[in-house]
């Protein structure tokens, strides 16, 4: 072991995986302050950590060693990934997570801090303008037809867009994005108000809103 590894080669590889960690972590907590979605997924967070960390160990281990450069482009050209990227802004996390243990692997700091930082003041930039308004999607069920009528009139002049009516029986569903500028939701209560609806479901939606 003492042949192959010095003391100074094995510091090196300690203080690339934890900095690759250090960095993995800090892409793990941009991403939990920024994400949008409805349901918080935990295991891409830990995801972007260790993606981090394995890549900078496949990356030092193939800069330092041609033979297990060689075993290792193998092995990884028969893996099939099968999971599902749903969200856009996942795959640009889960590519900055790779490209940043690459980075860290061949000793490029700077590059990865510089990346980094830059990578942050985008997320942050559009965050900002983002957060001007807020899109709901809202669901109400009402009994009769003419309670659509009522319904249009308590929406007024708000900047809504129908996206279906369902009608069940007696019962009709309509499923409307609703954009508003601050977080007054007195509609709402004017909609339950309606004699003939029976209830309505406000959700927060992270979707682009095209007037």
């Known amino acids: 072991f003492s042949n192959i590894y010095t003391l100074n080669s094995i510091v090196t590889m300690v203080i690339v995986l934890l900095a690759a960690m ?6 793990c907590l941009i991403y939990n302050k920024f994400y949008r979605g409805v349901v918080y997924n935990r295991s891409f967070a830990i995801t ?30 028969i893996v099939r990934y099968r999971t599902a990227v749903k969200e856009p802004l996942d795959l640009l996390y889960l590519f900055w997570s790779i490209t940043t243990g690459i980075t860290v692997g ?17 997320l942050v930039g559009f965050n900002m303008k983002k957060t001007r308004g807020s899109l709901y999607i809202v669901v109400v069920h009402y009994r009769d037809e003419e309670a659509y009528d009522q319904i249009r009139q308590v929406m007024g002049t708000m900047k809504y867009r129908i996206k279906s009516r369902t009608v069940r029986g007696n019962t009709n569903e309509m499923a409307m994005e609703v954009y508003l500028s ?15 609806v029976e209830d309505v479901t406000t959700i927060q939606y992270d979707g682009e809103y095209h007037a």
Not at 59 to 72: D, H, Q
Not at 108 to 122: D, E, H, K, N, S
Request: charged share 10%; hydrophobic share 60%.
């Open 22 to 27: 250090l960095f993995g972590l800090y892409i």
């Open 48 to 77: 972007l950590v260790g993606m981090s960390v394995m890549t900078a160990m496949v990356t030092t281990a193939i800069s330092s060693n041609v033979v297990i450069s060689l075993g290792m482009v193998g092995a990884l050209s």
């Open 106 to 122: 061949a000793q490029m700091y700077p590059l990865a801090i510089v990346a980094a930082l830059i990578m942050t003041l985008i």
């Open 182 to 196: 601050n977080k007054n939701m007195v509609f709402v209560e004017k909609l339950k108000g309606i004699d003939e």
